[in-house]
């Protein structure tokens, strides 16, 4: 079955350290790929998204995230962490090959706790 | 950029009420929209996905009676809660999409329905 795992409920960083939020999917095919932060009581908000093409990919916020099709994964990453980063990530999943459905999938979500 | 406008944002009501949510996009045109159910601290949970113009497919365990979703035009899309009880008390949050596959969802703010 197709899936989207995020392994880490929480990650908690200090203030100027870097983060890595994971993100592993199984499907068949290459998908496109989203992270997504939602701050509480928020709707979501894109950070970045993966279609082809160069798999490394720049975001807003100054996060970036890997493509590694050898591991099936979509990693966020932020070399140094604002306090205001403190928000819940949701990566997310679309195959193309649903059959034109382009249903997303989400992960349950990764909550980033950040310490002064 | 893309902007989704969810309303209300907050709305309690009397157990037995209707309540009507609204998902607009603002400067874009949206072919799909997908509602979404979200419990605290947790993953965006799937209600159902319409396309403007037809009636929306609505996940298992959705029930399409009481959850009412209506996707008139290509910038407006409705849930109506029917009879809400308090078990229906939740975060509901919208997204709009075009209908390519490698397009992101756009999200709304989110409405959060409590019903006393």
């Known amino acids: 079955a197709q899936s989207v795992t995020q392994p880490d409920i929480h990650i908690t960083v200090s203030e100027g350290a870097s983060l890595e939020l994971r993100c592993n999917y199984s499907?068949?095919?290459?998908?496109?790929l989203f992270w997504y932060v939602q701050s509480p009581g928020q709707g979501l908000q894109l950070l970045l998204k993966?279609?082809?093409?160069?798999?490394l990919v720049q975001g807003i916020k100054g996060f970036e995230a890997e493509f590694k099709r050898s591991q099936s994964s979509f990693n966020l990453r932020k070399p140094s962490v604002h306090w205001s980063d403190a928000a819940e990530y949701f990566c997310?999943?679309?195959?193309?090959?649903?059959?034109?459905?382009?249903?997303?999938?989400f992960g349950r979500g990764t909550s980033l706790i950040v310490h002064p | 950029g893309a902007v989704v406008s969810q309303h209300p944002s907050w709305v309690i009501c009397k157990s037995g009420t209707s309540v009507k949510i609204e998902c607009r996009s603002l400067?874009?045109?949206?072919?799909?929209m997908f509602w979404y159910r979200q419990f605290p601290k947790q993953s965006l949970m799937l209600m159902a996905t319409?396309?403007?113009?037809?009636?929306?497919?609505?996940e298992q365990g959705v029930e399409k009676d009481k959850f009412l979703i209506n996707h008139a035009s290509l910038t407006l899309s409705t849930l109506t809660v029917t009879s809400a009880h308090p078990e229906d008390s939740s975060f509901y949050i919208c997204?709009?999409?075009?209908?390519?596959?490698?397009?992101?969802?756009?999200f709304g703010d989110g409405t959060r329905l409590s019903i006393l």
């Open positions: 997204s709009a999409r075009d209908r390519e596959a490698n397009q992101p969802q756009h």
């Open positions: 499907y068949g095919a290459t998908p496109y």
């Open positions: 993966y279609f082809s093409g160069d798999t």
């Open positions: 997310a999943v679309v195959s193309p090959a649903s059959g034109g459905s382009y249903i997303p999938t």
């Open positions: 400067d874009f045109q949206a072919t799909t």
């Open positions: 319409s396309n403007e113009g037809s009636k929306a497919t609505y």
